[in-house]
């Protein structure tokens, strides 16, 4: 079956850079658009990043232009999320998400509900 395993969370102070990874087991991977999502309690989840098949295309949530990289590798089967300049905000359950098809990226990939597969979290906290 397939399975999404997320890791690289843990605690960091503000400022600083955690690098999350998802590795992909039981799929064609790079039929799979990929992409990065967090959640807090009480919230709905939220769109972090998204990554083409061929790693071509990126795209990302407005909170975190410019202080995140998403890429992949598709002979490994992961896909990575750089996360830099980190803030208290950005304290969340990280979840990656596997969306198959190979066409451009447009909004449809901001939607949850848009994605077949899932990992289950990492928790990411960031200390001010």
């Known amino acids: 079956q397939v399975q999404l395993g997320e890791s690289g969370g843990g605690l960091v102070q503000a400022g600083g850079s955690l690098r999350l990874s998802c590795a992909a087991s039981?799929?064609?991977?790079?039929?799979?658009?990929m992409g990065w999502f967090r959640q807090v309690p009480g919230k709905e989840r939220e769109f972090v990043s998204v990554i083409s098949w061929s790693g071509g295309r990126t795209d990302y949530g407005d909170s975190v232009k410019g202080r995140f990289t998403i890429s992949r590798d598709n002979a490994k089967n992961t896909v990575y999320l750089q996360m830099n300049s980190l803030k208290s905000e950005d304290t969340a359950v990280y979840y990656c998400?596997?969306?198959?098809?190979?066409?451009?990226?447009?909004?449809?990939?901001?939607?949850?509900?848009?994605?077949?597969?899932w990992g289950q979290g990492t928790q990411v906290t960031v200390s001010s």
């Open positions: 998400a596997a969306r198959l098809g190979r066409g451009a990226l447009t909004g449809i990939h901001s939607q949850t509900l848009s994605y077949h597969y």
């Open positions: 039981g799929l064609t991977f790079s039929d799979y658009a």
